[in-house]
């Protein structure tokens, strides 16, 4: 009898996605989050295939040991350890030795930056940034009302525990 009853199949919840790419809303949740193995071959394309052309992906690159060891590492060190050589041995060991970075200094941003009053994660250089309204209009269009921006010294965005935009302050530009 109980062959008879039809299978009631459940949905597989699918992994939440990480993007490489655009402007992520909350900085702090992206570079806490573990890397796929896809998104560290992807990032590593993004990176070296555009600067060295000559380059081949090895066809095991998914998976060898390196891709895998890399993948349980948070998406930030991985980021900043592809970015120092192009072969997996030397981007293992950046990111499992990563070279300190340097303190930033209110010296290093505006005295007022800008942020909303529920502060995403992130301040911005100013209230017209499209990373912040993009993030807005998100908010708007899930229904939801978007917070106010508001002008906060350096200081007090950095209390709050805010990282800087990307979009605003690149990482690897002078401000």
């Known amino acids: 009898m109980d062959s008879e009853r039809p299978r009631i199949s459940t949905p597989k919840k699918l992994p939440a996605r990480i993007y490489t790419w655009g402007l992520p809303l909350n900085l702090i949740r992206v570079s806490a989050q573990k890397v796929p193995p896809r998104q560290v071959l992807a990032m590593w394309k993004m990176k070296w295939l555009k600067e060295k052309p000559h380059l081949k992906v090895p ?13 349980k590492m948070p998406h930030g060190t ?63 269009n899930k229904g939801g009302t978007p917070a ?20 605003c302050f690149p990482p690897n530009r002078k401000r």
């Open 59 to 71: 066809s095991n690159f998914l998976t060898r040991p390196e891709v895998i060891e890399l993948s």
């Open 78 to 140: 991985v980021r900043r350890a592809i970015d120092v050589d192009p072969r997996l041995k030397v981007i293992l060991e950046a990111a499992k030795n990563p070279t300190p970075r340097p303190k930033t200094t209110s010296a290093q941003y505006p005295e007022h930056v800008w942020i909303t009053t529920s502060s995403g994660g992130a301040f911005h250089k100013g209230k017209n940034c499209a990373a912040l309204r993009k993030g807005q209009r998100i908010v708007e």
């Open 148 to 167: 106010p921006v508001i002008a906060v010294q350096y200081k007090q965005a950095k209390a709050r525990g805010t990282e800087p935009c990307q979009a």
